[in-house]
């Protein structure tokens, strides 16, 4: 028999954000009580890079979504985007922070769409975070 938990996560696995991670699961009572989805750029894989690559990290994604779901019978997903994101070029592919902000941004809108669409029932909760947040 399976343990169920109350969230889970889907994070890029960029170190730099462990120490935040921990404190969000610590904080929110979600250590030992959400399933993890530590990926390079997370989120970001779904909606950015070629076209292969997007539909592979989809299919992949979804797939251990859905697997998780079922298993665990969370209701709610959190995503986190990152600031200096390297699946997203890092900070040096914008000119200023607000350009970066607004390119996560427009890409986290097609996402909550994209995982709304896809795991019906399930409250999709996404969030940039900018650096001195972490
Ligand atoms: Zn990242």
Request: net charge positive; charged share 20%; aromatic share 12%.
């Amino acid at each position: 028999m399976s343990a169920s938990m109350k969230a889970c996560v889907l994070c890029c696995s960029d170190g730099r954000l462990g120490p935040w991670l921990f404190g969000f699961l610590t904080k929110n009572s979600l250590l030992g009580h959400s399933d993890l989805l530590i990926l390079p750029g997370g989120g970001i894989s779904l909606v950015h890079g070629s076209w292969w690559r997007r539909l592979l990290c989809r299919w992949l994604i979804v797939s251990w979504l859905r697997l998780l779901q079922a298993l665990h019978s969370w209701e709610t997903l959190y995503v986190f985007h990152h600031e200096d994101c390297g699946a997203a070029g890092g900070s040096a592919a914008f000119d200023y922070n607000i350009e970066e902000e607004h390119w996560h941004g427009v890409k986290i809108k097609f996402l909550e769409n994209f995982l709304r669409r896809r795991l019906p029932g399930v409250s999709i909760k996404i969030s940039y975070l900018p650096k001195n947040n972490w």
